[in-house]
């Protein structure tokens, strides 16, 4: 099976022109994830002024499309609701959570980001991070909250090796850090975290801006064992998530 841990979708908030953050329908989710030979693609909202609305979109869309999709929430911890907002959103189903520092506007150091980890902890959710630029911070974010599954969206990212070594050694410090490779653009950094963790690499594509066919191959040409291609690519996601 192969899991892409990392989507978007959404409408979008009234009036968005933003190509990246509207009208982004399940359909075109699904299409390109069945294009690509992808089984299922866990995705979360868009950027929202606030989610609830967004985390029904998701829960409406796995139940039209439930062989397909998983469905991950979205919360803003500047919201003054934000554990009842949690509460709501596995009340609809929702299995795991995202959150973004740069988009939401707020500090990983905030006591709203602490409460939510630990409220997800009891659940098992995970909780996937944007972590190009505070590879750090999450790393301490890891540290402090060992029983909340932390994921960092991207490992480092782009072409930033040294940020992906960091990444790799949290990974190897913190029993509950995972790294989710989309966006990481040097190949044999994804090769030296197949070798170093190969039980805490989650294949992600960042669908549908980047088509997931285009992340998949940058795996498949790794050329990795098959046992450790086959744990990236749906394995150590299908244990995350329940499957």
Known sequence: MILDFHAHMGQGPAGSTDLLQSNLPPELIVERAREAGIDKTIVFPVTYPEYSGANREIAVA?????????????????????????????????????LHHGLDHFGLDD?????????????????VFHSIGVVDELTALAEAHPETTIVFGHMGGLWNWRAARTCMAAAEEH?????????????????????????????????????????????????????????????NAARLVGL
Do not use: Q
């Open 62 to 98: 796995v139940a039209e499309y439930p062989e397909d999709l998983i469905g991950f929430a979205r919360l803003n911890p500047n919201s003054p609701d934000v554990l009842m907002d949690l509460d709501a959103a596995r009340e609809l189903g929702l299995r795991g959570l995202k």
């Open 111 to 127: 006591p709203p980001v602490h409460e939510i980890l630990d409220a997800c902890a009891p659940h098992g959710w995970a909780v």
């Open 175 to 235: 029993e509950n850090v995972y790294l989710e490779t989309s966006s990481m653009l040097v190949s044999w950094m994804i090769e030296e975290a197949a070798e170093r963790v190969p039980d805490k690499v989650l294949f992600g594509s960042d669908a549908p801006a980047i088509h997931p066919k285009v992340e998949l191959e940058k795996i498949l040409v790794c050329k990795l064992r098959p046992e450790t291609e086959a744990k990236i690519l749906g394995g």
